[in-house]
Each structure stands twice: as structure tokens, then as C-alpha cells.
């Protein structure tokens, strides 16, 4: 079935750091892709999504680029704040997967100044 | 506008007994979802409604689990006898068919 495969944290960074959190997927059909942040005690917020090859997402200086060649669609940010200090969860969603979100595992990531 | 709405943000409840948690979408989000987020299990789908009927029920745990949406808006969901397993956080999410989903704060649920 359809899965998501995110790199495992924690990921600890210093303020202006660059950000990668690797993410690949396994999909039949021609899924939209997510990423969405999850700040402490609160729900998850979408961040950026793409719904077709090479479409690029881009909100709060983050991006992600859907490959459709290396399913893959990592999530970078050239300067981290401590503010962005979250767990961030990949996500796809297909018609021919269902209905609901599928998720990966989540990565935290942790910015210090 | 109003996001989606959870009740209670905590809930803690002896084994045994029942719980039920409670969702409002955004209005006019005619599509409703269920997940649970434990430590261990990351997002795991529970139900899906559209309207008031739940054509996706496959990721009820148990027949201890069950829900219902009234009126095309609120949503409960009702754990039975509750199990230490049940503890974690139940998210609720709303959009339109086929739109990004836009999620709730969740309950996060202890069982003593």
C-alpha cells in the first residue's frame, strides 16, 4: 500500500542553519504531497504542499519540490529560527489510497541560539 | 475564521470507564476525519465522514471505538471500557472533498 518514509530525528540545528528533512514516498496512482508542522501542544498545521511533479511548495521560507523520478519530496529552509523548532510530519494523499492522510513518523527538529 | 474546535484539550479517565471526545469543523467543511497520534504509532487514520454518513470506518481499532456526525457538523467520538492503550492525542480534521485537511488541537487522552 501507499507509505510515507521520513528521515528519523531528532534533528538539532544552530539559529541560521540549513534545513533538510528527507522524504520519500510509495504510491500507486498520482498523489498530492504535504508537509505539515506540529508546534508544541498544539494540532498540526498544513506548512507547503504540491499536487503534481516538479510543482514546488513555498510558505515561511520553507520549500519542498515534488520529484515524481525519486518519489521523494524533501522539505529545506536555508536559515532556521528558533521559532521553527516543531515536528514536522510528510504527508500524501491519493483517491486510489483512500480517503484519509498517510502519514510519515514525523521528524522533530530542535533550533538553539 | 473559526478552525476546528476539540473538546476537552485533556481528559483523563480511570481503565473501564467511557470517554467521548467531541469535534467541530470549520463550517461548510462537509469532509471530517478522525486520527489518534501515540508515541510509537505516529498518525494513525481513524474515520472518515462525509456528511453525516462514514463510507471509511477501516481504522477503528476496536468495536470499543465508534462515532457519529449530526447534522453535517459536529462529530463524536466514543471509546468504550477504556484500555491504557487508548492514551494518546485524538485529532480531528475537516476540509473540503479532496482539499488540504485542516486540523484541530486535539484531546489528549490518559487512562489511569
Known amino acids: 500500500g501507499d507509505s510515507v518514509t521520513q528521515m528519523e530525528g531528532p534533528v538539532t540545528l544552530s539559529e541560521e542553519a540549513c534545513l533538510t528533512i528527507n522524504c520519500t514516498y510509495t504510491a500507486t496512482g498520482y498523489p498530492s504531497l504535504f508537509w505539515y508542522v506540529q508546534y508544541p501542544g498544539e494540532g498540526l498545521q498544513l506548512l507547503l504542499k504540491a499536487t503534481k511533479a516538479d510543482d514546488k511548495g513555498s510558505n515561511k521560507g520553507f520549500e519542498a519540490t515534488y520529484r515524481k523520478e525519486t518519489t521523494s519530496f524533501h522539505l529545506e529552509k536555508g536559515s532556521v529560527q528558533v521559532s521553527d523548532s516543531a515536528v514536522y510530519f510528510c504527508?500524501?494523499?491519493?483517491?486510489?489510497?483512500?480517503?484519509?492522510?498517510?502519514f510519515g513518523k514525523g521528524t522533530t527538529l530542535s533550533v538553539s541560539s | 475564521g473559526a478552525g476546528v474546535s476539540q473538546s476537552p484539550s485533556n481528559k483523563v479517565t480511570e481503565k473501564g470507564k467511557d470517554v467521548e471526545l467531541r469535534c467541530d469543523p470549520i463550517s461548510g467543511h462537509t469532509a471530517l476525519y478522525w486520527y489518534r497520534q501515540s508515541l510509537g504509532q505516529g498518525l494513525e487514520f481513524l474515520i472518515y465522514f462525509q456528511g453525516n454518513s462514514a463510507p471509511d470506518k477501516s481504522g477503528l481499532p476496536s468495536d470499543r471505538f465508534s462515532a457519529e456526525r449530526t447534522g453535517g457538523s459536529v462529530s463524536t467520538l466514543t471509546i468504550q471500557r477504556t484500555q491504557q492503550e487508548d492514551s494518546a492525542v485524538y485529532l480531528c480534521?475537516?476540509?473540503?472533498?479532496?482539499?488540504?485537511?485542516?486540523f484541530g488541537d486535539g484531546t489528549r487522552l490518559s487512562i489511569l
Open positions: 504527508a500524501l494523499w491519493s483517491s486510489q489510497a483512500g480517503t484519509a492522510l498517510i
Open positions: 480534521a475537516s476540509s473540503f472533498p479532496g482539499q488540504p485537511q485542516h
